[in-house]
Each structure stands twice: as structure tokens, then as C-alpha cells.
């Protein structure tokens, strides 16, 4: 049984970056908290059934993934981003721009997930990319690698939303052999070029 968890387990994290031993920092009664929870509680219903049932399971903890095939108005960063400023339009920061995310292209989790599958581990892995950038960091590339007219326009910041985010992936290092191949640019600019097609037709 395979589960795709995700990095939203470790809430608004007070440790940097997170490791898998880390247990989160969540508000279960705030405006993430369904999907946070559920997410918590679907690993634990996951090892409930290893240890009961001695199923065969697999959980990974996902990181922020981007690239090819995701769809224009997915609601994700560099969705808004790269639609946002392909249509001239300003791109949207929530908050004052300094809170961080690191960002895993796609096919470097896909890598991840089949050398997961390939091994004997049941507990949470995290994949991610471990380079963190900045909300206003980001949006400069964007608007950069498109050539963009678009200005940035701030916002206020939602209710719980994580400060920093940054995966320690040791674990996935030692257990899989695996790290991010693809670095952010390169990542952008295959996902570009997917974007003008879409937003073409």
C-alpha cells in the first residue's frame, strides 16, 4: 500500500528543516487544518495497518512538486505564477514575500517514489528538494524567464500558513541513493514551455 502524504504534516514547523522525527506543528481547528489532519491521520491509519495487519506499506511526505501537466488554475504557486504572468497580470504574493517553500520538480519525485517502492521501509520519507527560496524570490524568476510585464501585488497572509518550508531529506539520501536533479531554473523553464501550450490553444 502505497500513501502520498505531504510536507502540510509538519503544520507551521518550529524545527528547520524537517525531518521525519519531527511531529509538526499543526492547529487542528484553523482553516488548513482538514487537510493537515487528514494527512496526519492517514499515516497513522497506514502504520495501524502495518503493525495489525502486517501489510506492506510505503508513505512518502511530499514536498512542493511542480512541472509538466499541472493544470493552469491548479490553485499552487508556480501555477499562479507562471499563468499570471504569461497573461500579463500581476502576480500574487500572500504576506510580505519572505516566507519559503522549496520547490521538487516532478520528475525527480517520480524518481523518488520508484526507489521507494524498490526497498523494505514503512516509515514516512520525505522528498523534497532541499533549497528554499523565497515567495518574492521566486516570483523575480518567473517574471524573468517569461519576460513578463507583470508587477507583484501583495496581499494579506491566510491563517496559518507555513513560514518556512524545507525538507531534510538524510533519510531518502541514505535509504533510496536519491537527490533532486533538477534545480529550480532549469525546472521553471521546462514547465514554461508546457504552460505556453496550454494557455496558447
Not at 11 to 40: F, L
Not at 51 to 78: L, Q
Not at 134 to 162: C, F, H, W
Not at 166 to 178: E, F, Q
Request: glycine share 6%.
Amino acid at each position: 500500500f502505497f500513501l502520498a502524504s505531504t510536507s502540510e504534516v509538519y503544520g507551521d514547523p518550529d524545527v528547520h528543516p524537517q525531518p521525519e522525527t519531527y511531529n509538526g506543528n499543526v492547529n487542528p481547528i484553523g482553516p488548513r487544518g482538514v487537510y493537515d489532519e487528514s494527512k496526519r491521520f492517514a499515516e497513522a491509519i497506514t502504520m495501524a495497518y502495518h503493525r495489525k495487519h502486517k501489510i506492506d506499506t510505503r508513505i512518502i511526505r511530499i514536498f512542493n512538486t511542480y512541472g509538466p501537466r499541472m493544470r493552469a488554475d491548479d490553485g499552487r504557486v508556480v501555477c499562479n505564477f507562471l499563468t499570471q504572468a504569461l497573461n500579463d497580470q500581476p502576480l500574487t504574493i500572500y504576506g510580505d514575500g519572505t516566507q519559503t517553500r522549496s520547490f521538487q520538480f516532478v520528475d525527480d519525485l517520480v524518481e523518488g517514489i520508484v526507489r521507494l517502492m524498490g526497498v523494505e521501509y514503512n516509515l514516512p520519507v520525505n522528498l523534497g528538494n532541499p533549497y528554499e527560496f523565497t515567495m518574492q524570490e521566486l516570483a523575480k524568476k518567473v517574471i524573468n524567464l517569461t519576460g513578463s510585464k507583470s508587477q507583484i501585488r501583495y496581499l494579506p497572509l491566510p491563517q496559518d500558513d507555513p513560514r518556512r518550508r524545507r525538507p531534510d531529506i538524510s533519510r531518502a539520501k541514505a535509504l533510496l541513493d536519491w537527490e533532486p536533479r533538477i534545480n529550480l531554473d532549469e525546472g521553471l523553464k521546462k514547465s514554461l514551455d508546457y504552460f505556453k501550450c496550454v494557455l496558447l490553444k
